[in-house]
């Protein structure tokens, strides 16, 4: 009898559990945007006070300001055209990207400006001169560049145009800054759509929140050539792809097949010794130095300028073979592991690769078109700037779905 009440008893408790886990719809099961008001897995609700929170309120990404959602895949990373300098250095091999996000634009003058203002502010006398773009960048003995030296950052005739003469390590400082100010913000306008004034939150912020959005920060070679290359334009059934891509556009022109504007240049570049713009009255590129930043059609990914205007720091530190080293999903190269410094002897001058070698990639208003295949690669000291590198941020794309 009692063994009886106990297998009765044990019943219903199970069956209490079982209800009680169930609440969802019928076939629906939870999800990371909706994982339900109880554990699937113990029963518990969630979200009462002294449990675990699960912050129910949750939506998906909040999607940062000048970001596109770059949806991940595979590709075909490398050089697609022949390398007529005979560097060796980027061989075609199969990766895959995960999701995530960059920014539409290069970064501006006007954006660079608005992080030294914050800087003067909120840092030290120090770390405000050594945030100071390199204006001497403009500089040339045999040339007449001088005004851009005091007029090409700070003059509003040039706000929307990249921001050049920032080195590597300056563009993370301004990912790091950024990051700061984007998520203040964020904080700021939530309270003013409630109707109370902006004022700094007393409840700590935290990642579990997902009112803060991801570090932004330099994008990985990788991840930067398939933003560049934008394959997704050109997709068919079953995986197939119509061509591969020299440039972020179908084709091996520079200019516009189809249009009104046929017959003009897709990118602001170097057009041949000496021509940088084409005529006046038919300026072909429409720019002699650097253009504004949503010059030009963007990609198909939505992208601006992922060609031309100005080079752009990416993440990776330099090797001529890390294509042999990479991993196939999501590669990157941010230390010499595999492919120790020591071995190319910088200190005897034998070779200009060390641990502060960084790549730059996209070509720009002072290059030939061989640069602004995405698959081309260049590098550079982190602390060097010049005037025709700039820059723009990323950040991960978190879970399957976005907001």
């Not at 100010?181 to 004034?197: F, L, T, Y």
Request: glycine share 8%.
């Amino acid at each position: 009898m009692r063994t009886q009440f106990r297998l009765i008893l044990f019943i219903s408790l199970a069956i209490g559990a079982l209800s009680s886990c169930s609440k969802f719809k019928k076939n629906e099961k939870p999800s990371s945007l909706s994982p339900g008001k109880t554990s699937s897995i113990s029963g518990v609700d969630y979200n009462k006070k002294g449990g675990f929170q699960t912050n129910s309120k949750f939506g998906g990404d909040m999607v940062g300001p000048n970001l596109v959602f770059i949806e991940g895949g595979r590709f075909t990373m490398g050089a697609t055209d022949e390398d007529v300098l005979g560097k060796h250095d980027n061989y075609q091999r199969t990766v895959t990207i995960q999701s995530f996000y960059i920014d539409e634009t290069e970064m501006a003058n006007i954006h660079y400006l608005e992080y030294l203002n914050a800087v003067q502010k909120d840092s030290t006398q120090e770390f405000y001169e050594a945030a100071l773009p390199d204006t001497t960048v403009w500089l040339n003995q045999l040339a007449y560049n001088d005004p851009y030296v005091e007029q090409y950052l700070r003059h509003p005739g040039f706000r929307l145009y990249p921001v050049v003469g920032v080195s590597w390590k300056q563009a993370n400082d301004f990912c790091k800054w950024r990051t700061t100010a984007v998520n203040n913000s964020i904080n700021n306008i939530e309270k003013v759509e409630k109707g109370k004034k902006p004022k700094k939150s007393k409840k700590e912020l935290n990642v579990a929140s997902g009112r803060l959005l991801p570090p932004f920060r330099l994008p990985t070679e990788a991840e930067w050539e398939y933003a560049a290359k934008a394959m997704i334009g050109t997709q068919q059934e079953d995986e197939n792809q119509s061509n591969q891509r020299i440039y972020p556009w179908d084709g091996p022109s520079m200019r516009q097949p189809l249009g009104k504007d046929r017959g003009m240049m897709m990118a602001n570049f170097k057009r041949g010794r000496g021509d940088y713009v084409g005529l006046a009255g038919r300026n072909n590129d429409g720019a002699i130095i650097t253009a504004e930043i949503y010059s030009y059609s963007p990609n198909d990914f939505g992208l601006y300028q992922m060609a031309g205007n100005v080079n752009e720091w990416v993440a990776d530190l330099y090797r001529p073979l890390s294509y042999q080293d990479f991993n196939d999903l999501n590669p990157v190269r941010l230390n010499d592991d595999l492919d120790k410094a020591k071995m190319y002897d910088k200190k005897n001058n034998q070779s200009l690769i060390d641990n502060k070698i960084r790549v730059y990639k996209g070509g720009s208003w002072s290059d030939l078109p061989f640069w602004l295949a995405p698959g081309t690669r260049r590098f550079l000291d982190e602390d060097s700037a010049t005037s025709t590198i700039g820059f723009r941020c990323a950040m991960i794309a978190t879970g399957s779905k976005r907001k």
